[in-house]
């Protein structure tokens, strides 16, 4: 009877809300010089009921009668709180003082104001990164918000991106952030098949940035908690533009340039080649000895009868890259549209490489009623990515550049490719330009909502999204390639489809009470569904290489099909209470399902609470002339992490174990029912800071980030028939301090100028692993109390001198001869042997970040973003072939300062001997360097032509603009470039580089018009 009871009291209050009497206000919204503010929002304090401002500021909208005060806001002002009373007319005027404060966020679920976020978030705004040549959204991300971590692997077009937010929070799960696109999870990550070095493509660069409005990077783990299973290593919220109440808007945006390499690396003339590797031959052999005795081919003669080709000037080209963008943005107070299309293309700075995209978007929002509210977002893309081999690949284009003798012409007399008879690697011009490999995408990124305000205080939105992924790829290596020879063409293509299933189910109540009290309570009911097939054929022996399909090779030798799915459930409670705008309170509890995880433990919780005191609001603060902003922040949260194999709990057997034409099946996993995600929990203090009226303003964080249960693949004993089970153990930790500054500078009435700079200090360690300290990469090295990105090798001393220092030292090989290296003997045996290497560097920088300066005077504007990282090692396993002067590689130009007799003690480094007796070569501190650089990364210098000009041939706006990327760095760094990693997305063996494609210097010239 009491729950009867009660059941009835809320169903006549809420009856009450219902009926309750409306009435309509009308205004116009201006600026603080009386021009009108279009698209405006005006919406009644504590509720989600309002409208936005038309082309001429006005708006109308109905409201009930006991509303009290309604609150004015509008991009790039200051948020105005108007009480109501009697009135139903209104002229507002906003100002941009406070803008920044009040500028809203995105939230996850919500948004929020950044006066009142109580959690750790960074926002990039889509304006910040117009024009500039970019393929992805998340290249956006570099450099331009504290604590996030963006490495470019290397300048393949389309190529993958790593990005670590807080540092790297796993050992063989995935580190990368969970993306969202209008509140809809994507997929990410290489759906190639089809190996071509350590390059992989990134499934991102499949959206056009131009369509995007904002990115919120979620850094703590009270901001991602609500993410659940999904989030512990960051979340990206990805917003794309949308309609608008006023006359449409026609943009067109539009750039053209080229792109270059940024330096060459010098290597030896033809002569030179020749000449060392006479001197490799006698220094291992004897003075009397050639390399014709040897079998080498070709390198007996004169060495300055020798020719020079220098392969970098043969594959390196300027590759015009160029993009369109056409949108159409505007509507009224019921409906509101933004419609693009776009157009991208890149031609590589490698000959044989580029990137191609199409994109269309169509976002639209619709009021059907007062009380209810529809809309959708569509975004069409297809995308074609011509691949080269290259990257940890001595078969790829820059790699064999690099590494083919340079004694030889590029091609001979007849027409025909030059080759080296001694070498087992390609003529580099023939690897760019004979094998294809086309990769088409298409892609569709979709949803739909439905919105209906229930009462006053109450809203229930429901989306559903899907993101359809179609990929293919085809690759041929023709019978006049050293590799395809031998079996008389090779071909393989590769089919992946990928489908993710999304509805989310969000009930909104916030309302506020009396002036002092505001609170807001969100539920979520999320449901997601992906699906994944893929096929896999490969053939050779085909009777010619014009026709390059797969039936018409005779030798079938792969064929394969996979499939695999996964399902999460997740309901969220969270509640934000604000009391007088200065005590805030935010707490959230996310309850996951995975179907990943085994049976016992398939189900999770995530808690997560936030803390903040607005100082400012103070009565002892709030009148200050030179504090005007003051906030502490505070918090704590638990998220996990669901990235790996979508059946590693489960026992497997295998199929393809086949005998004698039978088909077999074999037991390929063991099983593990309590199997679970990664768990990070994370501890965050902040503070916020505004002085002089808000010209400068100061975020600065601490976090400590504990992941704990890593899956991790525990070793067995081999009699079990097993190698490893799939366990949760060990654990990691990354702490540290994170620095954002934004100034303005000058603001008077016709020079306005802007700085934006952060700055991050990380910490990682692995605090605990399954087993034994394993290795990874060439010199990487995975221990406990070691950072994550350690690299162990021996330590070099010097250069033996003499027959006497050698015979003084401890033993390193019976063949080391004057000119060897001498290598620190560390365990006091006398013997250098693999016990004399440790922890020799770390690719961890003791800091990174960048700074952004924005100049304007009256139509002419200067922009210029510089990136900078400090403290990392980089292990240039490219010096270690094309220095070790061992091989009939082709060598840098740095060998000529190599130890003869004659040289001493000026040589830096060792002598040259065919087959490196002593281990020259081998893993340590010779190829490891200091990979610190400062980048002028972006300068872009605008002119906006004056709106009389505009206005009299009908355009709103006309900008002309010229922008150079990547124009200067500084670097100790010797190989192509500092920012690199040739294992791509990589947890364990970060800051390698081994015969890297390098990223491109580009000079862009462009318009934007709007009509």
């Not at 995209?357 to 995308?383: C, E, F, P, Q």
């Not at 355009?955 to 470039?977: A, C, H, P, S, V």
């Amino acid at each position: 009877m009491r729950k009867l009871l009660c059941l009835l009291l809320c169903m006549v209050a809420l009856s009450g809300e219902l009926l309750a009497q409306t009435k309509t206000l009308t205004g116009r919204v201006t600026d603080d010089k009386g021009s009108p503010v279009p698209n405006a929002s005006v919406v009644v304090k504590g509720t989600s009921i309002g409208t936005t401002s038309g082309e001429d500021g006005r708006f109308s909208f109905v409201v009930p009668s006991n509303a009290r005060d309604i609150v004015i806001s509008a991009v790039g002002f200051g948020d105005i709180e108007q009480r109501i009373g009697t009135s139903t007319e209104f002229t507002i005027s906003l100002s941009t003082r406070d803008k920044n404060l009040a500028e809203v966020v995105v939230v996850g679920y919500g948004t929020q104001k950044k006066r009142e976020l109580t959690t750790a978030v960074s926002q990039v705004k889509g304006s910040d990164l117009q024009n500039i040549p970019i393929q992805g959204p998340d290249q956006a991300l570099r450099g331009r918000a504290a604590g996030v971590n963006v490495t470019q692997s290397s300048g393949t077009p389309g190529g993958s991106i790593n990005i670590n937010i807080r540092g790297t929070g796993s050992i063989n799960a995935s580190s990368q952030p969970l993306y969202v696109i209008d509140g809809i999870p994507i997929n990410i990550g290489n759906y190639s098949q089809i190996g071509v070095g350590g390059q992989t493509l990134n499934a991102l660069a499949d959206i056009n940035p131009s369509e995007i409005e904002s990115f919120e990077v979620l850094k703590d783990a009270a901001a991602t908690a609500i993410y659940g299973s999904r989030a512990a290593n960051g979340v990206v919220l990805i917003t794309t533009k949308r309609g608008a109440n006023r006359k449409t808007r026609v943009n067109i945006n539009s750039y053209y340039g080229i792109s270059e390499v940024y330096k060459q690396l010098p290597v030896l003339t033809g002569p030179q080649f020749v000449q060392l590797n006479q001197e490799m031959i006698r220094n291992r052999f004897g003075a009397t000895v050639t390399p014709g005795q040897l079998g080498l081919a070709g390198l007996d003669g004169d060495p300055s009868s020798y020719p020079t080709t220098n392969w970098q000037d043969e594959i390196f080209r300027g590759g015009a890259i160029q993009s369109y963008d056409l949108n159409l943005q505007g509507g009224n107070e019921n409906t509101k549209f933004f419609i693009s299309g776009a157009y991208f293309s890149q031609e590589g700075i490698v000959i044989g490489s580029g990137f191609k995209r199409y994109n269309l978007r169509m976002n639209i929002d619709n009021n059907l009623s007062k009380k209810i509210k529809v809309g959708t977002s569509i975004g069409l893309s297809r995308s074609k990515n011509t691949r080269i081999q290259n990257d940890n690949n001595i078969y790829g284009v820059v790699s064999t550049a690099l590494l083919y003798g340079s004694h030889f012409p590029a091609y001979k007399a007849d027409g025909t490719y030059g080759r080296d008879p001694n070498a087992s690697i390609e003529n580099a011009i023939a690897n760019a330009v004979e094998p294809t490999y086309d990769v088409n995408n298409n892609r569709i990124l979709a949803n739909a909502y439905g919105e209906w305000q229930i009462t006053n205080s109450l809203s229930f939105r429901s989306v559903v999204g899907a993101d359809y992924l179609n990929f293919r790829e085809q690759q041929y290596i023709p019978s006049t390639h050293i590799q395809g020879a031998g079996v008389r063409g090779d071909g393989r293509e590769g089919y992946s489809e990928d489908l993710n299933l999304t509805n989310e189910n969000i009930l909104t109540f916030k309302k506020q009470f009396g002036d002092d009290h505001d609170l807001t309570l969100t539920g979520v009911a999320s449901f997601q569904e992906s699906r994944f097939e893929s096929i896999f054929a490969q053939a050779t022996n085909f009777p010619g290489d014009a026709i390059r399909r797969l039936t018409a090779g005779s030798q079938r030798v792969a064929a394969t099909s996979n499939g695999s799915s996964y399902g999460i459930v997740g309901y969220l409670a969270r509640a934000i209470y604000g009391f007088q705008g200065k005590y805030l309170v935010t707490a959230s509890i996310r309850r996951d399902g995975v179907s990943r995880f085994g049976a016992d433990k398939r189900w999770g919780t995530f808690p997560a609470a936030s803390v903040a005191w607005r100082i400012s609001e103070e009565g002892f603060l709030k009148n200050s002339n030179v504090i005007s902003d003051l906030k502490l922040r505070a918090s704590w949260g638990e998220a996990g992490n669901s990235s790996i194999g979508d059946f590693a709990s489960l026992p497997l057997v295998g199929a393809g174990n086949n005998y004698a034409q039978a088909a077999g099946l074999a037991p390929s996993q063991l099983g593990n029912p309590n199997l679970g995600w990664e768990s990070s929990e994370q501890t965050n203090v902040g503070i916020d800071v505004g002085f002089l009226n808000n010209r400068i303003n100061l975020t600065a964080d601490y976090y400590i980030r504990n992941t704990r249960e890593l899956l991790l693949a525990r070793p067995l004993v081999g009699s079990s028939g097993f190698t490893t089970i799939n366990e949760n153990i060990g654990s990691l930790q990354n702490k540290g301090f994170e620095f954002a500054l934004n100034s303005t500078n000058i603001d008077s009435r016709d020079f306005r100028w802007t700085t934006n700079f952060n700055i991050t200090f990380p910490d990682n360690k692995v605090v605990k692993l399954a087993g034994t300290p394993f290795a990874s990469g060439f010199a990487s090295w995975v221990e406990e109390g070691q950072d994550l990105g350690s690299f162990r090798g021996f330590v070099v001393k010097g250069i033996f001198q003499s027959q006497e220092e050698i015979a003084a030292a401890p033993v390193h090989s019976a063949a080391t001869r004057p000119g060897d290296i001498e290598f620190a003997d560390l365990d006091g045996d006398n013997r250098i042997t693999t016990a004399d290497q440790k922890i020799i560097g770390s690719a961890v920088p003791d800091f990174f970040g960048g700074m952004i300066n924005e100049l304007s005077y009256k139509g002419i504007g200067l922009n210029f973003f510089l990136q900078f990282v400090s403290g990392n090692e980089i292990y240039n396993n490219t010096r270690a072939f094309g220095e070790g002067m061992n091989s009939i590689f082709g060598q840098l130009a740095t060998v000529e300062n190599r130890w003869t007799a004659d040289k001493g003690e000026s040589a830096t480094l060792p002598r040259a001997v065919f087959g490196d007796p002593s281990n020259n070569r081998r893993t340590s501190t010779r190829w490891l360097e200091d990979g610190s650089f400062m980048r002028l990364k972006n300068v872009q210098l605008f002119y906006n032509l004056p709106q009389e000009i505009s206005k009299r041939i009908k355009m709103n706006n006309i900008r002309i603009f010229i922008q150079g990327e990547n124009l200067k760095t500084w670097t100790d760094y010797q190989g192509f470039d500092p920012e690199v990693s040739t294992f791509s997305i990589t947890n364990t063996a970060p800051g390698t580089d081994f015969l890297t494609y390098p990223q491109a210097k580009t000079i862009t010239f462009g318009v934007n018009l709007s009509f």
